[in-house]
Each structure stands twice: as structure tokens, then as C-alpha cells.
């Protein structure tokens, strides 16, 4: 029997539609599968979520589900300690990562799941979204690893205006930047409920928008120290001193489930600069919480730069959804920004690399110290100048050089050829042996095999200048 391409299962972590697991640990995964998923169905290809794989242990599994028999494609959408193959299925793990180093060995105490390497050798192979991890997980053994990228969604028609866009936002809950850590909570709370209003009812940006002024925007898990944001919110403030033409929205990926939004800004703030008692900073705005697709399609919209002192990242989908949508990133490059970004299409943000070990990652699991990039304030600083003094018409090419990086990189129609030329050599590259138990009359088929067949058609993207 063939490969069965026409139905792909998927196995994901579930993100809910109220948004209840953002900023949990690895909810990304259930974001790029929600991708892969629109994707498929665009181009005619049905997928079968599947919530507990490790449950197909006979076809009857399969046939509960309505699945004919056959060799199926697994994809799993998983942090290594949650991967589970379907036996009989070919099992690709869609394992994002962005640190030089990961678990290879473990204590005889240790979990067998927690040690990365061995978790990832079950699988037949590995598909990563970025040049970099493949590069990382064929030197520490894992071969079969290939070049997949998460598709972005790229819209037909340009862009809406910032009034539209202000628009659909105007009862998005906001706050500026305020003390909402003082020593006694609800002292906090009365501070920050005081400046919670509309984003539409902001004064600076409000003021911003009727100078025609610069709008940044970052989106990400104010807890994920990879994110900098601390140093990222600083850089921002130094650019910005003495000007009255910029602000920068912070959407802070977060379920909220902390008493959105005062004592959870609290937490917040508490976590990125300490206690501070001396914060009002207007040009800086906090939007927390779940926001439904169309309202974070228009905060893209709205924006004319997507801020980013990331110091890794595997793929960093926010960053390429707001360059869909018309923003200029102003960006460290590292690690997945390798891939894509370079001058004519962003503004990039010098970084230093040292020996080190950001505490609190997910690179902690393999106890190595590693290089590391990072900006300081100051890096991000120049950053920010640099694009408050792009002319219209460097903006306007700069503009055009991100959609043409997406439609070539990241479209539905280019994520797509790549995976079925991955599934062709597949086809044509592995042996497939049946095991006793298939001979007696179980349908499903584990495809064995050695070796990683077509890893040159899928090595990324140039990196480089």
C-alpha cells in the first residue's frame, strides 16, 4: 500500500477559543497547527485530529475515527516530552527549537520523556520551522530532520488604515504603563483601574494618530524570558524621549486568568522590573487577554513597525503576521530571523553574543551553557531611531521586500510544495517491511527504514547577507 497523502492526522495541544491556554507552556504548537490545518483544507487535503495518539495501538482506533487502512502521516504539534507516535503511521514530530543546545543523555533517574534526544529518535522524522534547528538537531544526531516552516496567512488585499483599524478596536481594554506594583495591592488596584480604558480612548495614541506618528507594536508571553521585553520597553522609552510622534503597544499574550487586568498587570510588571512605584509612562500601552482574530488583524493593521529584542525564537509567527500585514519589523536577528530577515526588508538590531545561560528556559532541560544573542536597551535604542528616520519611500520598499520574503517563504502554496516534495521522497526513498502483527491482519503499517532520503531539496532558507 502507498502513503496516504489525501488525509493527514494531527495531534496538537488544544488551544480553546477563548484563548484560555495563551502564555502556557508551549501553546504556540496548537497556533502552527491550527496553520498547517487551514492550509490542508485550502488545497484540498483533509486532516484528522486525533486527541490521544497513543490510544492506536490495532485499526479499530482507526476505523472509530472513520479512517481507511493504510500507512497515514502523523504530524505532531508537541514539545518533545509530549510526543506519541501512532503505531503504523509515519510519525513526523513538528518540533520548534532555538537553542544550540538539547538533552542527549539523562540520569538513570530521569523520565525516558524528558530526555529530547530519545523522545525525537521515535519518530521517523522531524520537521522544525527553521534553518537553525535543523542545523542543531542533525549535529546532535538526529538526521532525519528537515526544513518545514509554519505557513503565514498573507491577506488578499492591502492592509486596512489605522482609522478602520482603530476602529475595530475601539473596545479593546488597554492600560498605559503605570505603578501597578505598589507595596500594598490594593493600592495597585486603584491605580491601575484608573488608567484601564478603550485603546481607541488612549490619549497618546490618540495623539500619535492625529500627528500621522509613528505606531510600534510587539506581541508576546510576558513570562517567556527569551522575549526581552524589559530591555525591549527601555530601548523604546530612550528612542522615544522628548518625542511626541510614537508609541508602542505591548499585547501581552496571556490568557488573563490572573484578575485581568489589575492584578494580573500586576504580576506583570512585578516580574519584568521588580517593584517599581514611579511608572507613568503614556507612550507605552498594555492591551492583556484573549482578542479575536479580526481585532488582532487590525492591531497589525494599526501598526507601522513590529518591535522584536527576542534572543530566540523558532519561528516567530507574530513577527511574520505583521509583516504580512503591511509592519516593518525592527528585529534582532538570530536563531528563526536568520531565515528571513535582512535589511531591505526590516531594520535590525545589533546584538552581542556571549557564554552564557538565561535561567528559565526551555534549553534549562539540557543543563549546557550556550552562546547566546541579545540586545540591551540600548541596541534596541538605535533600533527604534533608526526607523523613526526611514523616509515614506524606504518604507514603502522595505514594505514590499517583507511580502515578497512571505509569498516566497511562508505561503500556503510554497509551505505546501515543500511538504509534498518531503512526502514524495518519503514514498520513493523508505522501505516498508511488515511486522508479524500487520501479516496477521492489521491493517495499519509502521514504516521502518534508515537513512533520511531528499534532505538537500529542503535546507532552508539562504543565511546570510
Same mark, same amino acid.
Given at each position: 500500500m502507498n502513503l496516504i497523502k489525501d488525509c493527514i492526522l494531527l495531534s496538537r495541544p488544544p488551544v480553546a477559543h477563548g484563548g484560555e491556554a495563551l502564555g502556557h507552556a508551549h501553546y504556540s504548537y496548537g497556533f502552527a497547527a491550527g496553520y498547517f490545518e487551514r492550509m490542508f483544507a485550502q488545497m484540498g487535503v483533509e486532516t484528522q485530529a486525533i486527541s490521544h495518539p497513543e490510544q492506536f495501538k490495532t485499526d479499530a482506533f482507526a476505523k472509530a475515527h472513520g479512517l481507511s487502512l493504510g500507512r497515514y502521516v502523523h504530524l505532531m504539534f508537541r514539545s518533545t516530552e509530549h510526543l506519541r507516535p501512532v503505531q503504523g503511521s509515519y510519525n513526523i514530530a513538528c518540533f520548534a527549537w532555538e537553542f544550540p543546545v538539547i538533552k542527549t543523555d539523562g540520569r538513570s533517574d530521569e523520565a525516558v520523556v524528558d530526555q529530547?534526544?530519545?523522545? $525525537?529518535?521515535?519518530?521517523?522524522?522531524?520537521?522544525?520551522?527553521?534553518?537553525?534547528?535543523?542545523?542543531?538537531?542533525?549535529?546532535?544526531?538526529?538526521?532525519?530532520?528537515?526544513?518545514?516552516?509554519?505557513?503565514?496567512?498573507?491577506?488578499?488585499?492591502?492592509?486596512?488604515?489605522?482609522?478602520?483599524?482603530?476602529?475595530?478596536?475601539?473596545?479593546?481594554?488597554?492600560?498605559? $504603563?503605570?505603578?501597578?506594583?505598589?507595596?500594598?495591592?490594593?493600592?495597585?488596584?486603584?491605580?491601575?483601574?484608573?488608567?484601564?480604558?478603550?485603546?481607541?480612548?488612549?490619549?497618546?495614541?490618540?495623539?500619535?494618530?492625529?500627528?500621522?506618528?509613528?505606531?510600534?507594536?510587539?506581541?508576546?508571553?510576558?513570562?517567556?524570558?527569551?522575549?526581552? $521585553?524589559?530591555?525591549?520597553?527601555?530601548?523604546?522609552?530612550?528612542?522615544?524621549?522628548?518625542?511626541?510622534?510614537?508609541?508602542?503597544?505591548?499585547k501581552l499574550a496571556t490568557s488573563g486568568t490572573r484578575g485581568e487586568p489589575v492584578g494580573y498587570v500586576h504580576e506583570v510588571l512585578k516580574s519584568l522590573f521588580g517593584n517599581p512605584h514611579a511608572l507613568d509612562e503614556a507612550q507605552v500601552i498594555l492591551v492583556g487577554g484573549y482578542i479575536p482574530d479580526d481585532q488582532m488583524e487590525a492591531l497589525y493593521d494599526l501598526a507601522d513597525f513590529y518591535l522584536c529584542s527576542s534572543v530566540a525564537e523558532g519561528q516567530n509567527l507574530p513577527l511574520l503576521e505583521a509583516m504580512g500585514r503591511g509592519c516593518i519589523p525592527v528585529s534582532t536577528r538570530n536563531t528563526a530571523m536568520l531565515d528571513y530577515l535582512q535589511e531591505d526588508c526590516?531594520?535590525?538590531?545589533?546584538?552581542?553574543?556571549?557564554?552564557?545561560?538565561?535561567?528559565?528556559?526551555?534549553?534549562?532541560?539540557?543543563?549546557?551553557?550556550?552562546?547566546?544573542?541579545?540586545?540591551?536597551?540600548?541596541?534596541?535604542?538605535?533600533?527604534?531611531?533608526?526607523?523613526?528616520?526611514?523616509?515614506?519611500?524606504?518604507?514603502?520598499?522595505?514594505?514590499?521586500?517583507?511580502?515578497?520574503?512571505?509569498?516566497?517563504?511562508?505561503?500556503?502554496?510554497?509551505?505546501?510544495?515543500?511538504?509534498?516534495?518531503?512526502?514524495?521522497?518519503?514514498?520513493?526513498g523508505f522501505q516498508f517491511e511488515r511486522r508479524p502483527a500487520e501479516a496477521a491482519g492489521n491493517g495499519m503499517h509502521r514504516v521502518t527504514g534508515a537513512g533520511s532520503p531528499g534532505q538537500a531539496e529542503e535546507s532552508g532558507p539562504t543565511q546570510g547577507a
Open positions: 529530547q534526544a530519545h523522545m $525525537l529518535s521515535l519518530c521517523e522524522e522531524i520537521w522544525t520551522p527553521c534553518s537553525y534547528g535543523v542545523d542543531v538537531l542533525r549535529r546532535n544526531g538526529l538526521e532525519n530532520t528537515h526544513y518545514i516552516p509554519a505557513p503565514v496567512p498573507l491577506p488578499d488585499t492591502s492592509a486596512a488604515g489605522a482609522e478602520a483599524a482603530i476602529k475595530t478596536l475601539s473596545l479593546v481594554e488597554s492600560m498605559h $504603563l503605570c505603578s501597578a506594583s505598589a507595596p500594598r495591592l490594593h493600592v495597585a488596584e486603584r491605580i491601575v483601574t484608573g488608567a484601564v480604558r478603550p485603546l481607541s480612548m488612549q490619549p497618546w495614541l490618540r495623539q500619535v494618530l492625529s500627528k500621522g506618528g509613528k505606531i510600534f507594536l510587539t506581541v508576546c508571553n510576558p513570562y517567556d524570558l527569551r522575549k526581552n $521585553l524589559a530591555n525591549l520597553i527601555d530601548g523604546f522609552l530612550i528612542a522615544a524621549q522628548g518625542r511626541s510622534d510614537c508609541v508602542l503597544i505591548v526590516g531594520v535590525i538590531i545589533e546584538e552581542r553574543r556571549y557564554l552564557g545561560l538565561i535561567a528559565g528556559t526551555a534549553a534549562d532541560v539540557a543543563g549546557k551553557r550556550f552562546e547566546i544573542s541579545s540586545a540591551d536597551r540600548f541596541q534596541v535604542a538605535a533600533g527604534v531611531r533608526a526607523a523613526l528616520e526611514l523616509s515614506p519611500a524606504q518604507a514603502r520598499t522595505k514594505m514590499h521586500a517583507c511580502r515578497e520574503v512571505l509569498l516566497r517563504l511562508f505561503s500556503c502554496k510554497a509551505v505546501f510544495e515543500k511538504i509534498m516534495t518531503r512526502l514524495k521522497a518519503i514514498e520513493l
